[in-house]
T-cell receptor
Framework: AQSVTQPDIHITVSEGASLELRCNYS??????LFWYVQSPGQGLQLLLK??????LVQGIKGFEAEFKRSQSSFNLRKPSVHWSDAAEYFC?????????????FGTGTKLQVIP | GAGVSQSPRYKVAKRGQDVALRCDPI?????LFWYQQALGQGPEFLTY????????KSGLPSDRFFAERPEGSVSTLKIQRTQQEDSAVYLC?????????????FGEGSRLTVL
């Protein structure tokens, strides 16, 4: 069964500092991988996704993530954090096969940005 | 509509009451998912529809939970005889479908509080 681990429950960074949020997945083959962001009281919004090809993917709001098959990881990065990035971030994994699209989410990492 | 719409946004129920939560997906989206998000947790899969067919209901926590999508568009999640442990945000998401895991578009959720 597919699963996702986000080891950091809460991260605090200073505005302008770099950010890396960790994500490890478990899946029998190469999965589809996603990062979503959730602001308070809002639904989840897709930041970026990996399906195949280049292992470094670019997303919205200046975020990027790198798929590392050997480490079963898909860490999210941003070179310079803005106060508006404060939110909760969820890594997710889905099947790389046709027909059924169940997506499994991690427990999330809450990002706090301090001035 | 432009996005996924859920109603009601907030619902308070007394223990033992029945509740119905509605999801109006993006027009033309084949796939529809329900997730349950408890406080401080990631979304947990409940059930999945492809058009009107419920292809997976393995995440429904008990037989008190029932979901339908009779015409392949609007979906309703019904919870009978609500219990305190049912308190959570219920998220609906839709995607284009077409047999490949894709981006999920989420509604803002329905927050259920059972007293």
């Amino acid at each position: 069964a597919q699963s996702v681990t986000q080891p950091d429950i809460h991260i605090t960074v200073s505005e302008g500092a770099s950010l890396e949020l960790r994500c490890n997945y478990s899946y029998g083959a190469t999965p589809y991988l996603f990062w979503y962001v959730q602001s308070p009281g809002q639904g989840l919004q897709l930041l970026l996704k990996y399906f195949s090809g280049d292992t470094l993917v670019q997303g919205i709001k200046g975020f990027e993530a790198e798929f590392k098959r050997s480490q079963s990881s898909f860490n999210l990065r941003k070179p310079s954090v803005h106060w508006s990035d404060a939110a909760e971030y969820f890594c997710a994994v889905g099947p790389n096969s046709g027909g059924y699209q169940k997506v499994t989410f991690g427990t999330g990492t809450k990002l706090q940005v301090i001035p | 509509g432009a996005g996924v719409s859920q109603s009601p946004r907030y619902k308070v129920a007394k223990r033992g009451q029945d509740v119905a939560l509605r999801c109006d997906p993006i027009s033309g989206h084949v796939s529809l998912f329900w997730y349950q998000q408890a406080l401080g947790q990631g979304p947990e899969f409940l059930t999945y529809f492809q058009n009107e067919a419920q292809l997976d209901k393995s995440g429904l926590p008990s037989d008190r939970f029932f979901a339908e999508r009779p015409e392949g568009s609007v979906s309703t999640l019904k919870i009978q005889r609500t219990q305190q442990e049912d308190s959570a945000v219920y998220l609906c998401a839709s995607s284009l479908g077409g047999g490949r895991t894709g981006e999920l578009f989420f509604g803002e959720g329905s927050r259920l509080t059972v007293l």
